[in-house]
């Protein structure tokens, strides 16, 4: 299958500093990407979805100006915690689509801890 | 509001034992199923998906799930399970009228013991 490959898988920063994460699919060209939260023992929590080229959407409830989110290029997106605090440490996921109702395919994770 | 509803929080069973996870949704129209899995420590994978056709969908490792329509249902099923089987599952949906974002069930903690 298709590989989406997310990066760092790990991070710790302190609260106040900004962190960026990146998603990349290595394989293909992925029209649009999505960026999930998880909560320990919960679902994903879609957060926004980005098309290459254009703003992202975000889904409600979720800060646009805490979480930036850019989609450059068909392969990059990036997602950047502003200003973190405890609050934000989560694990952050992001997959990858080509194709409009096709499934996505999804990157390990970046597990956040904001101290 | 549209949402995916996974019946089962945890499971547990024994090895060779049948499965069963009930997977219901709520979207209007035409919508594509997906179930995922998530082996501990590992990143999601698909198990199976559903788009049209025949709504007996047949996935990787044993799994198969049936689209009922008129149930707004999408069962995972495995006729003997295996203790590597022991992972997370997610139903997830996505639709036009969703605008194709996909929806996640709030996941399956499944445990098979040996």
């Known amino acids: 299958g298709a590989v989406v490959s997310q990066h760092p898988s790990r991070v710790i920063c302190k609260s106040g500093t900004s962190v960026k994460i990146e998603c990349r699919s290595l394989d293909f060209q992925a029209t649009t990407m999505f960026w999930y939260r998880q909560f320990p023992k919960q679902s994903l929590m879609l957060m926004a979805t980005?098309?290459?080229?254009?703003?992202?959407?975000?889904e409600q409830g979720v800060e646009k100006d805490k979480f930036l989110i850019n989609h450059a290029s068909l392969t990059l997106s990036t997602l950047t915690v502003t200003s973190a605090h405890p609050e934000d440490s989560s694990f952050y996921i992001c997959s990858a689509r080509v194709v409009e109702g096709a499934e996505a395919f999804f990157g390990q994770g970046t597990r956040l801890t904001v101290v | 509001a549209q949402s995916v509803s996974q019946h089962n929080h945890h499971v547990i069973l024994s090895e060779a034992a049948s499965l069963e996870l009930g997977c219901n949704y709520s979207?209007?129209?035409?919508?594509?199923l997906f179930w995922y899995v998530q082996y501990p420590g590992q990143h999601l994978q698909l198990l199976l998906k559903?788009?049209?056709?025949?709504?007996l969908v047949k996935g990787i490792k044993g799994f198969e799930a049936e689209f009922i329509k008129s149930k707004f249902s999408f069962n995972l099923r495995k006729p003997s399970v295996q203790w590597s089987d022991t992972a997370e599952y997610f139903c997830?949906?996505?639709?036009?009228?969703?605008?194709?974002?996909?929806?996640f069930g709030a996941g399956t903690r499944l445990f098979v013991k040996a």
């Open positions: 559903y788009f049209s056709g025949d709504p």
């Open positions: 980005s098309n290459e080229g254009s703003k992202a959407t975000y």
């Open positions: 979207y209007g129209g035409t919508v594509n």
């Open positions: 997830a949906v996505n639709a036009r009228t969703g605008g194709f974002k996909t929806i």
